[in-house]
């Protein structure tokens, strides 16, 4: 995901503050995702920006054209988008959204006094489920949805990518041990869900022998484990909680556990053992050519910032 300008926005409130802690309290961002997306400007630059000492952050030569470069750029759009603004700024009426209840949560209610700062007399109808609803029947107007689309008359636009990850308390692990192979999963509580969509199984990648015909190619095939535990929930927070509480193993988005994981309430554990669920995130709707202005508000309001939150898993 190309997100340049949310990498210059952080960057930009790094040098401004003097240092990456002050920065992430601002940002509400770990010390340590700061530190990444700054490093990943630098990756892919292949330039030092800043020289870090235990007193201050000094800019480098090419920090300081980086600096004032991303200034500009960031004054431009914050200029454009309250230019744009201020002609959507009368939109009014009501926006039906839905969206799981963790990515709604995390992602989406922390932003709507920011959101009614700029739109005020747009009403946000806002409801959480991990159902897939429809939005035709359901008079929704833009949903949120968690892995693959199905074919169908509604439009997609990409927010970003949620990875899954196997997470337990330290109070699980203590307890039961850490499972260190696939094969171990079948002597651990492993929560799950209870929605038509979901399976009892995690999805794995193993290693795959070339093909003898084309011994140059290798490729990894999916393997599917199944697995087995005390709770069925409709919901990932419900999970969440218990992996909390101690119950046992839950699988996750990364966004959903990143602040757990980062405080030590819970633990990554099988991280190597080549987990594939990656599942992209869209806002879809209905009719574009038709959609009311206010939720081509809402939706322009929200991807961006949607997508920023996302890249700091």
Known sequence: MDNRIGEMQVFLRVIETGSFSQASRQL???????????????????ARLVE?????????????????????LVAELDDLEHTLAQGAAHARGKVRVNASVAFGSLALVPLLPEFWEVYPNIVVDLSLSDEIVDLYLDRTDIAFRIGPLQDSALVARRIGTARRKIVASPTYLEKHGTPLTLESLDE?????FNFRRANPVWPF????????????????RITERT????????????????ALAGVGLARLGDFHVRDDIAAGRLVEVLADAGLDDEEPIHAVYLGAQRMPQRSRSFLDFFVHRLQAFLSAS
Do not use: D
């Not at 700054?38 to 990756?43: C, D, K, L, S």
């Not at 990648?205 to 990894?220: I, L, Q, V, Y």
């Open 28 to 46: 509400q961002m770990t010390p340590s995702t700061v530190s990444k997306l700054i490093g990943r400007i630098e990756q892919r630059l292949n």
């Open 205 to 220: 990648k193993e290693p795959e022998r070339p093909a003898s015909a084309m011994p140059e190619r290798t490729g990894r």
């Open 188 to 192: 651990h509580n492993c929560l799950g």
């Open 227 to 242: 697995v087995r535990g005390s709770l069925q929930a409709n919901n990932g927070e419900t999970v969440r909680r218990m």
């Open 52 to 72: 870090r000492s235990t007193r201050r952050l000094v800019l480098t030569a090419e920090g300081l054209v980086y600096y004032e470069r991303a200034q500009a």
